[in-house]
C-alpha cells in the first residue's frame, strides 16, 4: 500500500510528521484564539490567575471544538455527530496544549501580572503556544497514527 492510499500513515502505526503537524496546527489555532481571549479578558478584568487560567483553557476548548465542527457541518454531518466527532478528535491534543501553555504563563515569572502592554505578557504567551505546539506534536503523531485524534475527522475535511 502506496503512503497516498492511507492517508499520510505509515506501516507501523504512526502518521507522517506532515500530516501531524497540519493537525497540530489545526488545533493549535483553536487553542491559540482561546487561550488568548482567555489571557486578555483575566489579564484586562484584573481576574486573579487561577480564574485567569480556567478562562484561558474553557475558551480554549469551546474554540478548537468550534472549529472542527465548522469543518465537519460543512460537509453535511450533523450537530450531534459533529459534537461528537469534534470531542473525539481534538480533546487529548487540546488537553496537552492547555496544560503545556497554562504552565509556562503561570511558570514565567511575572507574565501573569503584566499588563497587555508589556512585552513580557505576549512574549509569554508566544513562547508558550510555540512550546504547546511542540509537545503535542509527536502526541498527535502517534493519534493519528493509531485512527484516533485528528484522523476520525479526516474523512470529512
Known sequence: MDHASHGGMHSHGLADWGTAARATAHCLTGCALGEVAGMVIGTAAGLHNAATVVLSIALAFVFGYALTMRGVLRAGLPLRRAAKL????????????????????????????????????????????????????????????????????????
Open 86 to 157: 469534534a470531542l473525539a478528535a481534538d480533546t487529548v491534543s487540546i488537553a496537552v496544549m492547555e496544560l503545556i501553555d497554562n504552565t509556562v504563563m503561570v511558570g514565567v515569572p511575572g507574565a501573569m501580572t503584566a499588563g497587555l502592554s508589556d512585552p513580557l505578557f505576549w512574549g509569554a504567551l508566544a513562547f508558550s503556544l510555540v512550546l504547546a505546539f511542540l509537545v503535542t506534536l509527536p502526541v498527535n503523531r502517534w493519534m493519528i497514527g493509531r485512527g484516533k485524534g485528528h484522523a476520525v475527522v479526516h474523512a470529512h475535511h
